[in-house]
């Protein structure tokens, strides 16, 4: 009785959070023979594939379904740059939704990297980079915290080697694609966040018209300090959806 309880409850939820629509997703897929490729969205031009099943599937619930990134802006955005874009669930639902804007999604890990480039092929509109987002031009490494591919995060490295990536500043995108303001900037990029507005931020901060970022707080919540002494140089409003705290910045 009790896991017929837990079901229903479980049922529920998903109702509630990602509409019928979500819920008859995740019924679909439990009897697909390869739950990894080949998802079809309605509105998607695209199939979708999954790299990591279970937390890629929980992602796109929360994008596509939950709309988490449903951003509601003056103007139809130009510029999109997707800080973290893991294997191009966010970058997608942007070229969907906004087809005219440019998008640059930049992603760190090699195999992430792969499905990004592979779910992004046929938008023409993506630019997608395997570096990492950092204050500055660098190498870091891969951490991984058994967190799985949504988890991943970087540090800095001394040493130059196979393993290590090199990094890029916001500011260097904007000045390779010639981005004179950011639309919409995503961050996404487990903890680095840190370091990006801690040093270098003040340019290309000052040109960011919308930010929906997720906080990755340490025990001493450093991550959350470093990012508001930063934005609180600025005029802004916020307000949280999901995991991502949005800010509008008045006067860009």
Not at 93 to 110: G, L, Q, R, W
Not at 160 to 184: G, Q, W
Request: aromatic share 10%; hydrophobic share 40%.
């Amino acid at each position: 009785m009790q896991k017929l309880l837990n079901k229903i409850n479980y049922h529920r939820r998903i109702l509630q959070r990602f509409g019928l629509s979500g819920m008859l997703l995740l019924i679909s897929l439990k009897f697909k023979s390869n739950k990894r490729s080949d998802i079809k969205l309605r509105r998607v031009d695209s199939p979708i594939y999954l790299s990591n099943y279970g937390p890629d599937i929980t992602t796109l619930l929360q994008i596509f379904f939950a709309k988490e990134y449903d951003i509601v802006l003056k103007h139809a955005p130009k510029f999109i740059i997707d800080c973290g874009a893991n294997i191009g669930l966010s970058a997608v639902y942007f070229a969907n939704k906004y087809p005219s804007a440019t998008i640059i999604a930049i992603e760190p890990d090699k195999i992430n990297f792969d499905f990004l480039r592979k779910n992004c092929s046929c938008y023409s509109n993506i630019t997608c980079l395997n570096k990492a987002v950092w204050s500055h031009s660098t190498k870091v490494t891969i951490v991984d915290n058994n967190t799985g591919n949504w988890g991943l995060s970087t540090i800095e490295s001394s040493d130059s080697n196979l393993n290590s990536i090199p990094t890029v500043s916001i500011e260097m995108v904007m000045k390779e694609f010639n981005i004179p303001e950011i639309d919409i900037l995503k961050i996404d990029i487990e903890g680095a966040e840190k370091e990006l507005f801690k040093h270098n931020f003040q340019k290309w901060l000052s040109k960011t018209k919308v930010m929906a970022i997720e906080l990755h707080d340490d025990a001493l919540g450093s991550v959350s300090e470093t990012f508001y002494n930063a934005i609180n140089m600025y005029d802004y409003r916020k307000y949280s959806v999901g995991e991502n705290l949005v800010c509008h910045f008045k006067g860009n």
